[in-house]
């Protein structure tokens, strides 16, 4: 498995500065390339460093939908970025960058060495932070510089936390009083949970929008997984964090009503689904891990697919304003699918609230929070595929990769549903 | 026998015939760092940038000489280190590594460089006097002798209170001629403090080594001539080494290498532009944003800060790292840009911090 992970590395590191003379073939082939790290089993020890220790890889069962997603959703936005970034004039070198940063997510998930883990963020944020500098919209430089200090501040105090803990492999963490505490912080920064959430909407709205597809729903809730995985040996509070999460999840869809924009509203909306991973992190019920796994995976493509609707928006219509999209036949399929799979009322993300649910204590005033919490992330979603719909019937010219890419990555979350409860049975 | 005592005439006198030679300047400096490569590792990595300062300087009279002034700066730092039971090479060793790079400060001809370089060479005496006092000292009377030493490296590196000649001979010099000077002479008074150990209290060496970081970060935030920041960044550096020189020499040697390799690009740049990805790259070095060479040292000083001296420590340093993020990031905005950049560098930087393993351990066991 050391050969995989080094081949794998070796070609995936190499086809994505390939890319970024070449651009898109190049980029694609990194991305398959990464798919070699999904066939390798078990932990594989790497090498020894001095003082953090072991430095080992893994996939296991519980790592796989992340890896995987990750790495499919990467080469989805990648099949539909072209027409999107000719529209921009983005240089050719985006797609390296872009490859760069799917390797990230790969990175997060498969180091057990959480100071690696950390040089794994690091290189997520570098890679985003560059896109959005050079590609983003509006005041693209002040917000990227915004998300970049924030991204920082949540990675440095989770390796604040880790350092201080003494423990940098994840089997057998543990941490005790502020070091715990830091570490629970610095991943709800990066999450953008609520009251660390202000810079999210400005950084997922006004990155390009094959960058959002990614940041919005796999950068930050990559972050869920290691709250999960950690957890026992930080002893954070588990029922306290579940409610937070549920209270996030509503605070995060209140603030999707004030939007006008569709993607500033998709970047509230995952707020409010960091919220929800945030309380599937915490459950304690033995369903916990799949309510966790199946809400990231249906909310990363069915958010993937909301924001390359509003990319197929800003090419063929130039707007992003909820008042000016028009919508015909296929676009609407794709926002019905969309919004009804966000919304959890089908699609694997329905199992995961599901799953969320059966993990509530037997508390009344966190019954309420659940409920309020079900019912406001449904109610968005319909408020957002409302807005659309109002906007009226139209004819939307729309790329022919842009649509199939999008429509792939709007259907899996019900694709992966009987998949999943086979699974069960 | 030691082989310097024929490769270093055979070089000299070759040299003296052939004005441009860079190859040759490189292949000496090579040719001692593999002889070492047997008995002395450490004096093999730190050829790395001496080669590059070969190369370092691409216009101005005294340009063909910058290869010479490393190759006699890399013979000192030599000495240095053979002449651990030899005071009188360690000293000797030491005005080479630190004179050399500094007289061609210069190089394009400019009142301020040669104002700059008289200011140096002043300060660089009373340095030189003290380590020449210290080091005769040591077997004798060995506390006063010990904290001469260290005061002799300490002004050299430009810690605090010793670090206005920093700022003053920055500020006024030219960014080519800084290319060497901010970069040659640091390396050798870190590689002295590695190879000299001179023992001072831990509380000396911590005071001064967090107020030069404090002093340099405020000095760098409130400076808007580039040169001025980057002097100041020099201060704030040697700050960190210092401070880790009680938790391991190794690891303060590692911090002034790597910024002294990205200050050496840095100031390449200011003086002859380059493009932004080499911009990016030394600026996060600078910072300590990996993958690059200088994550590492600041890593583990932040670890080895926060389990040896405490928590508090460890957030101090960690303050002094975010606290320079602002001034970089204005260093990026105002590098000139360019398409012919000082790449050597910047690879140099990449590929060290993309291999940690290779020689992290290592370092920290010096």
Not at chain 1, 50 to 65: Q, R, T, W
Not at chain 1, 122 to 129: M, N, P, V, Y
């Amino acid at each position: 498995m050391f050969d995989l992970f080094l081949l794998a590395t070796a070609l995936a590191a190499a086809l994505s500065i390939a890319a970024l003379k070449a651009g898109r073939p190049a980029a694609l082939a990194a991305q398959l390339a990464m798919f070699l790290y999904l066939a390798q089993q078990g932990r594989q020890h790497l090498v020894s460093m001095p003082y953090i220790g072991e430095v080992a890889v893994s996939l296991d069962f519980y790592k796989m939908p992340f890896a995987a997603t990750s790495i499919a959703l990467g080469l989805l936005v990648t099949l539909y970025a072209s027409r999107y970034l000719e529209h921009i004039q983005a240089a050719r070198w985006y797609y390296g960058v872009h490859a760069l940063y799917v390797l990230s997510f790969v990175w997060i998930i498969l180091f057990e060495n959480l100071v690696f883990v950390f040089l794994a963020l690091e290189l997520s944020i570098i890679t985003s932070f560059l896109l959005i500098w050079y590609f983003g919209y509006g005041d693209r430089r002040r917000v990227g510089l915004l998300y970049f200090i924030w991204a920082q501040v949540g990675s440095i105090l989770f390796l604040v936390g880790v350092a201080l803990s003494g423990h940098f492999v994840a089997e057998g963490f543990k941490a005790f009083g502020l070091a715990s505490l830091l570490v629970l912080v610095g991943l709800l920064v990066k999450m953008g949970t609520a009251g660390a959430h202000f810079w999210l909407p400005y950084a997922h709205a006004e990155a390009p929008t094959p960058l959002s597809a990614l940041l919005s729903p796999v950068h930050v809730g990559l972050m869920a997984y290691w709250i999960w995985r950690l957890r026992e040996g930080a002893q954070w509070p588990l029922e306290v964090l579940y409610a937070y999460g549920l209270a996030t999840a509503i605070y995060g869809s209140f603030l999707v009503f004030r939007e006008v924009d569709i993607k500033r509203a998709l970047a509230d909306s995952t707020i409010a689904n960091m919220g929800l991973l945030v309380a599937a992190a915490a459950v304690k019920h033995p369903l916990g891990y799949f309510a966790l796994a199946l809400l990231f995976v249906g909310h990363a493509f069915a958010k993937a697919a909301g924001f390359m609707l509003s990319g197929i928006y800003i090419v063929g219509l130039h707007t992003r304003r909820f008042d000016e999209l028009r919508w015909d036949l296929k676009i609407f399929a794709i926002a019905v699918m969309t919004f009804v799979a966000l919304s959890g009322v089908f699609g694997i993300n329905l199992l995961g609230k599901i799953g969320v649910a059966l993990g509530a204590p037997h508390s009344l005033s966190v019954v309420v929070l659940l409920i309020a919490a079900l019912f406001t992330t449904a109610l968005y979603s319909f408020y957002i595929l409302n807005r659309i719909y109002k906007g009226g019937a139209g004819e939307v010219s729309v790329d022919g990769e842009m649509y199939i890419s999008t429509l792939a990555s709007a259907v899996l979350p019900y694709i992966l549903m009987p998949v999943v409860l086979l699974w069960f049975l | 026998m030691d082989p310097l005592i024929y490769i270093l005439p055979a070089y000299v006198v070759a040299r003296l015939y052939i004005p441009r030679a860079s190859l040759l300047d490189a292949a000496y400096i090579a040719a001692l760092a593999v002889w070492t490569a047997k008995t002395n590792i450490l004096l093999t990595l730190l050829a790395l940038p001496y080669i590059l300062a070969v190369f370092v300087l691409d216009r101005g009279r005294l340009a063909p000489y910058a290869g010479f002034a490393a190759a006699v700066s890399y013979t000192g730092i030599y000495l240095v280190a053979v002449g651990q039971e030899a005071p009188h090479l360690a000293a000797l060793g030491f005005v080479m590594a630190a004179a050399a790079p500094a007289t061609l400060l210069p190089v394009l001809d400019d009142e301020g460089s040669l104002g700059g370089l008289f200011r140096y060479l002043l300060i660089s005496a009373i340095s030189t006097s003290m380590l020449i006092s210290g080091l005769a000292l040591r077997g004798t009377w060995g506390d006063v002798g010990n904290m001469l030493l260290f005061l002799a490296i300490a002004t050299e590196l430009g810690a605090v209170p010793m670090y206005m000649w920093v700022v003053d001979v920055y500020g006024r010099s030219s960014p080519a001629g800084l290319a060497l000077l901010a970069s040659l002479p640091k390396i050798a008074a870190a590689a002295a403090l590695v190879y000299l150990r001179p023992a001072v209290p831990q509380a000396v060496s911590l005071a001064v080594g967090a107020l030069s970081m404090l002093v340099g970060n405020l000095g760098a935030l409130t400076s808007q001539d580039l040169r001025r920041v980057l002097a100041y960044s020099t201060v704030a550096h040697s700050g960190f080494a210092l401070f880790a020189y009680v938790l391991s020499p190794g690891l303060a040697l590692a911090l002034v290498f790597a910024d002294a390799v990205g200050k050496m690009a840095l100031f390449r740049q200011l003086d002859g532009g380059g493009s932004r990805w080499e911009a990016l790259l030394l600026v996060m070095n600078q910072i300590g944003i990996p993958p690059v060479l200088g994550f590492w040292p600041k890593l583990y000083l932040l670890l080895a800060a926060t389990h040896v001296l405490g928590t508090a420590a460890g957030l101090f340093v960690l303050a002094n790292i975010v606290m320079s993020v602002p001034y970089y990031i204005r260093v990026f905005h105002t590098l000139p840009g360019g398409v012919v950049g000082f790449l050597h560098a910047a690879v140099v930087i990449l590929a060290l911090g993309l291999v940690p393993f290779a020689w992290l351990s290592w370092i920290l066991s010096l």
